[in-house]
């Protein structure tokens, strides 16, 4: 069986396919070589024509540009591109066992640690009575976004996944599916429509189940999220996405996005339904600067992670 790598970014500004690719494969790259050497290393390095990013950074930045704070300007990329390159830099300093707690309170920026705990304290009651998504919206706006009914955004950025998605399942292709943020939101949302929704049969019928999930600075454990999520209405197995093999779930410390750092007690009733997708989390120091400061949820310090490079490796193998 052929494998694949489907790479999912996250939300905000995002620089063009090619560069935000090449800095995740980059990431992924240096800490399989650091972990593990030459060998794995090989074995990644055969499947890169097999490694697609589902993009859809062109729609996140057109809706920002007009709803967040600013235009996405070409000097504006080009920054964002730069900084990225020196995070990654600064990244590839650490050694395998550097990534600890000591190491990451010498650059943990306090501001970080608010927002996770006022996440963490906001996020059940606003669910409760139902003005979170309020507060999505003033947080990350795209994020708010990709829920609104009244708009074709969410539906967009889903096909983004779904058209490649679809066409490595209907190959029989062992899939690994890296996430981030409200990357993880898309595939789970798109996993639930393939598993359900009737123009799939064909698909569903062919009997496959062969995907791994890694998701990386997840909302999905978030009570005001879970409440949005496809099939969050339904109820017994149709609530569940059932085509995940294995679903591996990282947060960093003071990661607000992923301030409920745990996806197993949330999706446990999987289990009962018989579609227990061996889920496990783990929790993860992000050694990230991005802009001179501390950034537990940017997407290069998970990807470069020590045990992100362990998953990978074991999927490979």
């Known amino acids: 069986m052929s494998k694949k790598i489907i790479l999912v970014h996250g939300r905000s500004y995002k620089p063009n396919k090619k560069i935000l690719k090449r800095n995740w494969i980059d990431a992924t790259q240096y800490g399989i070589n650091r972990d593990f050497g030459e060998k794995e290393l090989a074995k990644f390095n055969q499947l890169k024509p097999k490694i697609e990013m589902a993009y859809y950074g062109d729609l996140s930045n057109d809706f920002l540009s007009k709803h967040g704070d600013g ?61 979170g998504d309020d507060l999505v919206e003033m947080v990350a706006p795209d994020m708010g976004h990709y829920w609104n009914l009244d708009d074709e955004f969410g539906s967009n950025v889903r096909w983004r996944l779904t058209e490649i998605l679809t066409k490595a399942m209907g190959a029989g292709e062992d899939i690994l599916l ?5 990357g993880t939101i898309v595939c789970y949302d798109v996993l639930w429509k393939i598993s ?25 454990g978030d009570e005001n999220v879970k409440d949005q999520l496809k099939g969050a209405d339904a109820s017994g197995y149709r609530r569940y996405p059932q085509n995940i093999k294995r679903w591996i779930n990282f947060a960093a410390e003071d990661d607000f996005i992923s301030h409920d750092s745990t996806v197993k007690n949330d999706f446990r009733d999987m289990k009962k339904f018989g579609l227990d997708p061996n889920i496990s989390d783990k929790e993860i120091y992000n050694m990230s600067i991005r802009e001179g400061n501390s950034n537990p949820h940017h997407s290069t310090g998970y990807l470069i992670h020590p045990k992100f490079s362990q998953a990978v490796v074991s999927w490979l193998g």
């Open 196 to 220: 359900h929704y009737g123009e799939y049969k064909k698909l569903r019928e062919k009997g496959y189940k062969n995907i791994t999930l890694i998701t990386i600075g997840s909302p999905l």
């Open 178 to 182: 890296v996430a981030h943020s409200l």
């Open 71 to 131: 235009l996405w300007t070409e000097q504006r990329e080009k920054d964002d591109i730069a900084d990225r390159k020196e995070a990654l830099l600064a990244l590839k300093k650490y050694g395998a066992r550097d990534f600890t707690k000591r190491n990451y309170n010498k650059i943990r920026d306090l501001s970080d640690v608010l927002k996770e705990a006022a996440a963490n304290i906001l996020s059940g009651p606003l669910s409760i009575f139902g003005i």
